[in-house]
């Protein structure tokens, strides 16, 4: 018999920062359905580790908008 992925919704929660419902939602799913919807959630947290990586703050133009462009800064 070949192992079946179950996902661990305490780590789900704490590591992936899915909610603890959605975590619960994939649990209930086959274990080829969790892959493919815990893959979803691991692509967003890579490509906000990129983004967060590439951000310089000494590059930030205020005029581009954010709060320094509401407040007038």
């Given amino acids: 018999p070949t192992p079946r992925f179950q996902l ?7 590591e992936l920062n899915i909610p603890r419902e959605e975590a619960i939602r994939i649990a209930k799913l086959p274990s080829d359905q969790q892959k493919i919807a815990l893959q ?8 906000q580790r990129i ?7 000494k590059t930030f133009d205020a005029a581009k908008g954010g709060l320094a462009k509401i407040l007038e800064l």
Wanted: aromatic residues 10%; proline residues 5%; hydrophobic residues 40%.
């Fill in 51 to 57: 983004a967060l990586s590439d951000y310089n703050p």
């Fill in 40 to 47: 979803i959630y691991l692509d967003r947290d890579m490509a």
């Fill in 8 to 14: 661990n919704v305490d780590k789900a929660v704490s």
